[in-house]
Each structure stands twice: as C-alpha cells, then as structure tokens.
C-alpha cells in the first residue's frame, strides 16, 4: 500500500508543504524513517530529533513546521493524524472466513459463512456470531455467548458462557471474559463460594488487551460500554461498570462494584477499591489508588515518585511520622493560643 503526499494531505484534512507527489509507503521514526516513510511529532521531548530526519514526510503542528528539513504535513493533531495515516498505509490482516477442520462447532451455534474459526477454536451450544466475526486459534466460547459483527479475538481468548460482545470489538491473546468474581463468605470453618449468576455485557469497538480479566457479575452483569480501551494485564471485577470511552492502562485494578464515568483515564497500576464511584472526566496518574467516591472531574494522583534511596527512605520515615508531628504542632499551637478551632 502506498500513498501520495497529496493523498494524504487531501484525506486527513492536513496542510501540505512539499511535493504532493511524493509516495510514501510505510511508517518510521523520526530518528529512522527512511524516504519512503512518514513520521509525526506530537511529543515535544523528540522536537530535537527533528533537525536530522530523514523521513519522507513529517506529521506535525504548525508551530514545528518551520524547522522541518523534509516535506511537512501540517495539522491540529499529528498523533491522531499518524494514527490515522498508519491504518491507512498498514491495515490489519483480515482472517479468511470459513471454519477449520481442527475447530469444534456445536451444533446448535450460529456461525455464519462470512465469519472465521481457528484450528483448536471450540464453539459452545448456543452461540451466536455476527457477521465477519474471527475466532481465532484455541478460542473457546463457552455456551450461550454473543458476538457482534466484525469483532475478532485473535488467540486463545476465553469467553465463559452467555457473555456478550459487541460489534468491532478486538480481544488479545489470553484474555479471559465472564470467569467467576471473587465473591466468598466467611465462616469460622473456612470460605464459602458465593455463586456468580452474572455475565459480562461490553459494548461496540472495545478493546482489551493480552491477559486481561473482566470478570462475571454476582447477580447483575458487569458492563463495559462503548469504544472502551483495555490494555494489558488488567483486572476488572464482578459488577464494575465503566463508561464510555474509557482507558485503562497496563495493570490497573477496580475492584468489585465500582462505577467508572465516560471518558476516564486510568495510568498504569492504578486501580480503585470496591463499591466507589468516579466520575466522567477523571484521569488517575500511574499507582494511584481510588479509595473513595471522586465527584469531580480532574487530575488524581496518590503514588510517590521515585527518588534516590537515601532520599527516599528519609522521606518515608518522615511520613510514618506525620501523624506524631501533628500532634505535637497542636500542643504547641494550643499552648500558644493560635490553632485553628476544631482542628484534628
């Protein structure tokens, strides 16, 4: 696949400012492209790799294109718009349909003739496939699951049974939908397994990545809605709901019951406990953890940065001590008469 620079400037709404036939067939770095291939710069910690570029073409805004030593492509958004371009230059193998003779269908599932099934795959009674669906290789859908038209699940995906996916979604290798919540009781002879009666219900054009668990409700099910954006390795239990448009980095973990708003953005290792709700609009920094309801949209950060040992393990002897410190500036203050009343 390849494409003119007067293509692309014409089809991603960009600027151009060099030769519009230029053919351009690939993505690089700025550090690396080559002639044939386009780059962006949205971070300004790479603007000085800019200077030496090689690159074919350069996705970037207007106030770094007077420093571009190649053709530029000037636009509002250069990560946006190479995300754009590269899916345009590099689209996604499309699995042939048809069903592997290695595959187990169950008799009473719907898979239509456009719909793809991987060698190992097994398809439980029940189960209904959308349209262009990919099951691919080792893929176990368990009975009474939906899939909706487009969605692929590249390699030994688990859906456990009468989960529900939605359109165009894509699920990555080892992620596991609809497996048991951790609900116990305990008693004085040991844990009890409280049944998980749920599913998991996700909406169109989500993604989930490599590893990844959402697991099934207790009683309702758990709900991940629309263009939700999973990464690797992270856990969602039993009757989380997330919002619209949401992501989660690699790591994050939300505990049971816990309400998500759209349009959140969670860093990596961070996570929220149990039965909180957090608003639209909230974006959590890397290892911070939501420990009550967050009503407000905004910025959120609870984890320590690095720093060099010494340093650090000063300052968390110092912490441990906050609380024995503040006791004592109130008796100091008491004593001198100027504390603020009702303080703690």
């Known amino acids: 696949m390849s494409l003119s620079l007067g293509e692309i400037a014409v089809r991603f709404g960009c600027e151009l400012r060099g030769d519009p036939d230029r053919e351009i067939q690939r993505v690089g770095t700025l550090a690396n492209a080559a002639a044939d291939a386009i780059t962006f710069l949205a971070n300004p910690g790479y603007r000085p790799q800019l200077a030496d570029t090689r690159a074919g073409a350069v996705l970037l805004s207007a106030d770094d294109a007077g420093d571009c030593p190649v053709a530029a492509l000037v636009c509002a958004d250069p990560y946006v718009t190479y995300a754009r371009v590269a899916t345009e230059l590099c689209p996604p193998a499309t699995p042939e349909p048809g069903t592997s003779a290695q595959a187990t269908v169950d008799p009473t599932a719907v898979v239509p003739t456009t719909a793809s099934v991987g060698p190992g795959a097994r398809i439980g009674p029940g189960v209904f496939l959308g349209e262009h669906v990919a099951v691919g290789p080792n893929c ?6 939906r899939v909706g038209d487009g969605t692929r699940l590249v390699a030994n995906v688990t859906l456990c049974h009468g989960v529900v996916l939605g359109e165009r979604c894509l699920l990555h290798p080892g992620a596991v939908i609809g497996a048991d919540g951790f609900g116990i009781a305990r008693t004085p002879e040991g844990w009890i397994k409280v ?3 749920g599913s998991v219900r996700i909406g169109n054009d989500v993604e989930i990545g490599a590893n990844s668990c959402v697991d099934r409700g207790a009683i309702e099910d758990t709900v991940i809605g629309d263009d939700v954006r999973i990464d690797n390795l992270v856990q969602i239990a039993h009757n989380v709901r997330i919002g619209d ?15 998500v708003g759209k349009r959140c953005l969670f860093g990596g290792a961070s996570g929220a406990v149990g039965h909180v709700k957090i608003a639209d609009d909230v974006v ?13 949209p905004g910025m959120y950060g609870s984890a320590m940065p690095h720093d060099e040992i010494g340093v650090y393990k000063r300052n968390v002897a110092r912490y441990r001590q906050l609380d024995r410190l503040a006791r004592r500036l109130r008796q100091v203050e008491k004593a001198l008469g100027i504390g603020r ?4």
């Open 140 to 145: 176990v859908l368990e009975a009474g699951c």
């Open 195 to 197: 049944p998980q009666l």
């Open 245 to 259: 448009h949401t992501a989660l980095a690699a790591m994050v973990g939300i505990a049971g019951s816990t309400e």
């Open 284 to 296: 959590l920094g890397g290892r911070c953890m939501v420990t009550s309801d967050i009503r407000k």
């Open 341 to 344: 009343k009702g303080s703690d």
